[in-house]
């Protein structure tokens, strides 16, 4: 029987949600080890004058822990 956990991160893009989500788990890849999966807790954005100039994401990660 695997065990595992659950942490959370924050991820930001100037581009998109898309890409933070990206960023964000290609980040935790490199180390955390066993990531199976995210789930997008929370979005948000950034806005400066009236633009959108930052996009946000906390992400859930689940990782089984090594034997």
Do not use: C, P
Request: charged share 35%; no cysteine; aromatic share 6%.
């Amino acid at each position: 029987m695997a065990v595992a956990k659950v942490t959370e991160i924050i991820s930001s893009s100037k581009k998109s949600f898309e890409h933070a989500i990206e960023k964000g788990t290609r980040r935790a890849n490199k180390t955390i080890k066993n990531v199976r999966s995210a789930w997008v807790k929370d979005q948000q954005v950034m806005i400066e004058d009236g633009e959108v100039v930052e996009y946000r994401v906390t992400l859930k990660l689940t990782f089984v822990l090594d034997r």
